[in-house]
């Protein structure tokens, strides 16, 4: 599980453990470099006159001939000063070498499986995102969400539930798992289908032609939102997107949601549906710039009928 480091107290992932939770940006990069340009900026501030019988490690610092310095070559047991083992540098030089190191060894993953077996083979799997794979009802991307029990981390007993919607195609599917033995996949849109109602997209989002936009509630109060919204630039992260009236809105509990960006990259995402009715994305990326796509859909139990 994610740890502190013993001296600046800053916070690590396990790869081990932690490969699967949300990189949260804000504990695992900016609090860390506030922690460091803070320590940083003390060390060099205290920063004394150099010692000439004085012992220096690498990458202490000094002031000498009224401008810092940062040690270069060790030097154990003191000497004249000598320019060769030194080399002269500012605070805010020594703050941007801390902040480049830090970005150039970060990374984020996201599980990225390739077939049913491997999504399942996971844990603290939400949703995610599925290409073309034989084990699926047909050959497509997917959005892919599971539930589980639990008791799923008891390998000898879990029951998870897996809903899945291909990009392409206006439909939704059912999995159930237990005991590790796949049952067959039930199309759950089979069945007479319900009155559809329009999406009215949000904060610039504009409905992209030739994709489903509608929500709708079957017999059993259980509602699907199916979406495909364009933006001409990169949603801020937990923007209302759109929302759904009184009637459609979950009870309490329940709800489950799978999206992925696209246009030139792609990113998952993650989708949520308020009390009140708000429809919002969630995401953790920065480095893009342009339009961008938002693909996806919702299972909401209203704890209603029709």
Known sequence: MS????VLKLLCYDPETDGN???NVTEALTKNWEKIDQLVLLAVAAAAAYDPEGSYAVGDYCTHGGKLHKCGTAIPTGEAWNADHWTETTVAAELAEVRASLSNKVSVTFPNPTSLDALLALRNVFSTVIPPATDMPYLDYWNCIVWSDTRESREEHYTRV????????ND???LIVTNGSKFSWVRLTDNTPPQEHAIVPKNGATLIDGFKNSYSKDQFGRVAVFFSLHFDALPVTDSEIFSLPESFRPSGGNICGSAYLAYSVVYPAGMSAGLDGSVRITH???DYVGPINLHGFLVIDTGGTQ
């Not at 740890?3 to 013993?6: A, F, G, H, I, P």
């Open 3 to 6: 740890k502190l480091t013993e």
């Open 21 to 23: 939770l949300t990189f």
């Open 162 to 169: 897996v809903y899945a919607s291909p990009a392409n195609k």
């Open 172 to 174: 939704l599917w059912k």
């Open 284 to 286: 953790n990326s920065t």
